[in-house]
């Protein structure tokens, strides 16, 4: 299967610019003629760190049907592969009254998948929520584990989904990784806009940019163990997709590091990663041989 992530700076709230950047992005790519699947950051256009309801309300889209939609059908058609990408969404479904918002509708933050012709295939509901989401959204009511068309079956969620729900579940509940074991998932893919550890002027320091950031991508492992202890097992084989967003909102530094791992009888091993700081769209071939050894005994 060949995988590609597109990393790259989206700045908040300018949604045509952005589209402008990743399509640039691409132009500049090899991206191969049987590319499967094409994976963008979560709310990969209108950016993610908005303060309030009020501010990310303007940059709300129909499910489905706004302009991420739009560009997630354009591209998917063009490149004849399988579109992901994450939006806010306003659902057509009110909240019932009497309610606290009685004139608003219901707001989630989803990523959008469709097929290499344009069908929607999946509207996923990000279902543990970040402080920043809670603001704003409400959450969806399950993590994905199903058929993607062409893809198979796949485990999918957007970032927070991955850490223990609200932080106060125990870090061993391990949710997100036992819904994929429990679906018998060997593909899975996480769409993120991961926060770095690091100040925002850390994350550009010459020699440091097209690193990746290694305690991210750790701790990003340490999520997976159930999924590692069990193909350690059983010597099946399991490809995670973890696509993350870089560069800066305000105050917030993204963690870049978007790549690809392989977890089989051997442990984790990694095709590539992009920098902390990499506008790049990353190309992965599953067929070909992991670069990587990342960890053989968790």
Known sequence: ????????????????????????ILSHTNIPS????????????????FPSLDH??????PTAAGPTAQWAIRTAQRLHCHVTVGYPERSSEPFSSPSPRPHE???????????????????????FLYYTDETWS?????????SLGNLGG????????????KFLAPFTAYEFSNAALAARSPLICVSMAWISALEPDELDAEGTAREPDFATLSYWVQRFVPV????????????????????????????????VLRVDGEGVKMYEALGRAEERCLVVD????PKFQLATNI
């Open 138 to 146: 409400l959450p969806g009511s399950a993590f994905y584990s199903g």
């Open 286 to 289: 599953t067929n070909m041989r």
């Open 1 to 24: 299967m060949k995988i590609a992530c597109l990393q790259f700076s989206a700045e908040l709230g300018l949604v045509e610019k952005n589209m402008r950047r990743a399509d640039e």
């Open 154 to 165: 796949v485990t999918h969620g957007i970032c927070m989904d991955i850490n223990p729900h």
């Open 34 to 49: 049987n590319l499967d699947w094409l994976i963008l950051p979560e709310c990969a256009f209108t950016g993610y760190n």
């Open 105 to 127: 509708f219901r707001n989630y933050n989803a990523t959008l998948t469709v097929s290499p012709s344009g069908t929607v295939l999946l509207n996923y509901r990000k279902t």
């Open 56 to 61: 990310i309300r303007p940059y709300l889209e």
């Open 228 to 259: 590692v202890d069990r193909c350690k097992e059983s010597g099946a084989a399991v490809t995670i997709v973890l696509a993350n967003r870089c560069g800066r909102e305000r105050e917030t530094g993204y963690a870049g590091s978007s790549c």
